[in-house]
């Protein structure tokens, strides 16, 4: 390729790069760690509508219009929607210990 020949790129699609089980629960587990809402808005909106998100909308008892706005990148889903969208697509959350830094100390245990 010379300079003068163009090079042709194409937009990064989240969506293009989800197609097993394993990608759809890393994505999550990063939008997780990151701590944004909106992060982790987005990305379950994604993995839903890649899923068919007239079927999680059945599955969860939600609308599918409702869905699609909590769940975009200017969504805010309340927590009952997400346990439910988690809940449809399969998976389920597990808490485990973070690593102890010296900002972030665990709060201590009242009697």
Same mark, same amino acid.
Not at 24 to 39: C, G, K, R, S, T
């Given at each position: ?8 790129? /194409?937009?990064? #699609?989240? =969506? ?5 089980? =394993? ?7 990063? $939008? ?5 809402? $909106? ?10 509508? #890649? ?7 059945? $599955? /969860?008892?939600?609308?599918? =219009?409702?869905?699609? #706005?909590?769940?975009?990148? %200017?969504?805010? @889903? ?20 973070? @690593?102890?830094?010296?900002?972030? %100390? @665990?709060? =201590?245990?009242? @009697?």
């Amino acid at each position: 390729m010379t300079f003068k020949e163009k090079l042709k790129t /194409t937009r990064w #699609k989240l =969506e293009d790069h989800i197609n097993t089980d =394993e990608e759809m629960i890393a994505y999550i587990e990063v $939008a997780l760690e990151d701590n944004n809402p $909106a992060f982790l808005a987005d990305v379950l909106g994604i993995i839903a509508k #890649k899923r068919g998100m007239a079927k999680i909308a059945k $599955a /969860t008892g939600l609308t599918r =219009e409702g869905l699609y #706005k909590s769940l975009s990148a %200017q969504g805010n @889903p309340e927590l009952g929607t997400f346990l439910k969208v988690i809940s449809a697509l399969g998976l389920h959350l597990r808490v485990e210990a973070a @690593p102890i830094t010296p900002a972030k %100390q @665990p709060l =201590e245990a009242h @009697p």
